[in-house]
């Protein structure tokens, strides 16, 4: 099977922007979430998305969102972009059955805020 | 917010030592991980280890488990050149979620 691929790799943007980032799972899971990597927070949850419907949230504002469509792609999208959105994206895809919490993680998505 | 803490944040070993990491979390837990990162790259999953188990082998990699002391550890043994990387321990609370909640991790770097 195909891994977990995210587009795009890199990013660079300007404060006030906006983006989308996005992220397809492994076949047949349905399961996405996403998570933010920086030197100073570490790894945090943003939100995770099942069947279309955002099932769990982390602690973020709401210029954070996302969405899933019906082939369980995911997309996140950041407005009004801050210079401490500068981050590592990662989304990560699970499937259901006994290994259901064990999460596959893509690349990432690395976005720079200048 | 963190559920885990991991000791120690750097380790330095030479290749064919052993290296021992440690995570202490806060809540109880359902499951516990433990996955690997190189340098900014995308995490591979290690291992998974459930709260009523003990001890769990994958080929070089023991993991073990204290529910009653809230901690875990991952030993990698004869350890190599390509172990270097960053290794995490993750946490859920629940089978129906997908919410992981991980330690800020340790830094392994394996001297050839």
């Known amino acids: 099977k195909a891994g977990v691929t995210q587009t795009p790799r890199y990013l660079i943007k300007t404060r006030g922007q906006q983006v989308t980032l996005s992220c397809s799972p492994i076949s047949g899971h349905r399961s996405v979430s996403w998570y933010q990597q920086t030197p100073g927070q570490g790894l945090q949850f943003l939100f995770e998305y099942f069947s279309e419907t955002q099932r769990n949230k982390g602690n973020f504002p709401g210029r954070f969102s996302g969405r899933q469509f019906s082939n369980s792609r995911s997309e996140m999208n950041v407005s009004t972009l801050e210079l401490g959105d500068s981050a590592l994206y990662l989304c990560a895809s699970s499937g259901a059955g006994v290994t259901y919490n064990e999460q596959f993680f893509g690349p990432g998505t690395r976005l720079t805020v200048l | 917010s963190q559920q885990g803490e991991e000791d120690p944040q750097a380790l330095s070993i030479q290749e064919g030592e052993n290296a021992t990491m440690n995570c202490s979390y806060k809540t109880s837990i359902n499951n516990l991980q433990w996955y690997r990162q190189n340098s900014g790259r995308g995490l591979v999953h290690l291992i998974l280890?459930?709260?009523?188990?003990r001890e769990k082998h994958s080929g070089r990699l023991r993991v073990t488990l204290d529910t009653s002391k809230k901690s875990s550890s991952l030993l990698i043994t004869a350890s190599r050149a390509a172990d270097t990387a960053s290794y995490f321990c993750?946490?859920?609370?629940?089978?129906?979620?997908?919410?992981?909640?991980f330690g800020q991790g340790t830094t392994l770097q394996v001297k050839p």
């Open positions: 280890i459930r709260s009523n188990e």
């Open positions: 993750a946490t859920d609370r629940s089978s129906n979620t997908g919410k992981l909640i």
